[in-house]
């Protein structure tokens, strides 16, 4: 069965700190990782796709990097406005409009 | 540029009673997902759509169906609504033939209330 586990659950940090946020994944036949950000009541909004262990993409303060069992969304100097919910999600196997598998997410708390 | 419009975006219902939502999705986009996601919970994928055919089905109860409509918008409907369906129900869209990318927009969601 696929899943995806995220951690830490919560994160805390000071402006200008940076950290990473962790995504263990098992899928049969991945056909991509992605990154998506959550702000409070709203629907998440998409951040980077991965496709295939090695790969990285970067977007302003955030870098994801993907290996064949986990995946990292790296924040450098993240600023208060990068306070969020970080979700991971994988979506597997061949099927067209197949679903995307979400973890828990992070919960990114950055104070000034 | 359009996005993915849901409606209602507040429902309050009770116990046994039924609910429809509905979703518009971007125009040109030909799969749509559906999403609940329960307070402090990761979205649990429902169902999805692609070009109007039921593409693949996740922890949907049988109380609940959904269906895409030949203008491309699709509606969930709830029956016998329990207190545990509280929740707040996202639609999605995204391109999947062609360039795939993966990326899904996500509307603003309904927040049902069920009493």
């Known amino acids: 069965e696929d899943q995806v586990t995220q951690s830490p659950e919560a994160l805390r940090l000071q402006e200008g700190e940076s950290s990473s946020l962790n995504c263990s994944y098992t899928?049969?036949?991945?056909?991509?990782l992605f990154w998506y950000r959550q702000d409070p009541g709203k629907g998440p909004e998409f951040l980077f796709t991965l496709y295939s262990a090695g790969e990285e993409k970067e977007k302003e303060r955030l870098k994801a990097t993907l290996t064949k069992k986990e995946s990292f969304l790296h924040i450098t100097a993240p600023k208060p406005e990068d306070s969020a919910t970080y979700l991971c999600?994988?979506?597997?196997?061949?099927?067209?409009?197949?679903?995307?598998?979400f973890g828990q997410g992070t919960e990114l708390s950055v104070k000034p | 540029a359009a996005g993915v419009i849901q409606s209602p975006r507040h429902l309050i219902k009770e116990k046994r009673e039924t609910a429809t939502l509905k979703c518009y999705p971007i125009?040109?986009?030909?799969?749509v997902y559906w999403y609940q996601q329960g307070p402090g919970q990761d979205p649990q994928f429902l169902i999805s759509f692609y070009e109007k055919m039921q593409s693949d089905k996740g922890s949907i109860p049988d109380r609940f169906s959904a269906q895409q409509f030949s203008d491309y918008h699709s509606e969930l409907n709830m029956s016998s609504l329990e207190l545990g369906d509280s929740a707040l129900y996202f639609c999605?869209?995204?391109?999947?033939?062609?360039?795939?990318?993966?990326?899904?927009?996500f509307g603003e969601g309904s927040r049902l209330t069920v009493l």
């Open positions: 125009p040109r986009h030909d799969t």
């Open positions: 999605a869209s995204s391109i999947n033939r062609g360039q795939w990318t993966g990326e899904l927009f």
């Open positions: 899928v049969s036949g991945l056909r991509g």
């Open positions: 999600a994988v979506q597997g196997g061949n099927n067209q409009g197949g679903k995307l598998i």
